[in-house]
């Protein structure tokens, strides 16, 4: 059974930083990725990364201060969360897509992620 488990989530003051950890099992991904939800506020994609470590991809609020990254051996995604801000204060979510899927088909529980001000 494919399961996605994420943690590192927690509370911070504004500048400070997070790194959010998401274990895979029961399968090998094409892409892995990250997404957030704010309150009241949609689904918003944050970042993801290839198999192989490349490319990456991330959305303008997130260039320069995180970072993705995955340690294939351990099956494992991250995101390195630098410099952050209130805004970024949402509930984080870990997706994977399998091999033969076009979209992101698993989904983990989320983590939650509040920034002080």
């Known amino acids: 059974q494919v399961q996605l488990v994420e943690s590192g989530g927690g509370w911070v003051q504004a500048g400070g930083s997070l790194r959010l950890s998401c274990a895979a099992s029961?399968?090998?991904?094409?892409?892995m990725g990250w997404f957030r939800q704010a309150p009241g506020k949609e689904r918003e994609f944050v970042a993801s990364?290839?198999?192989?470590?490349?490319?990456?991809s991330y959305a303008d609020s997130a260039k320069g201060r995180f970072t993705i990254s995955r340690d294939n051996a351990k099956n494992t995604v991250f995101l390195q969360m630098n410099s952050l801000k209130p805004e970024d204060t949402a509930v984080y979510y870990c997706?994977?897509?399998?091999?033969?899927?076009?979209?992101?088909?698993?989904w983990g529980q989320g983590t939650q992620v509040t920034v002080s001000s």
């Open positions: 997706a994977a897509a399998s091999i033969s899927a076009g979209t992101y088909n698993y």
């Open positions: 029961g399968r090998t991904f094409s892409s």
């Open positions: 990364i290839r198999w192989s470590g490349s490319p990456t």
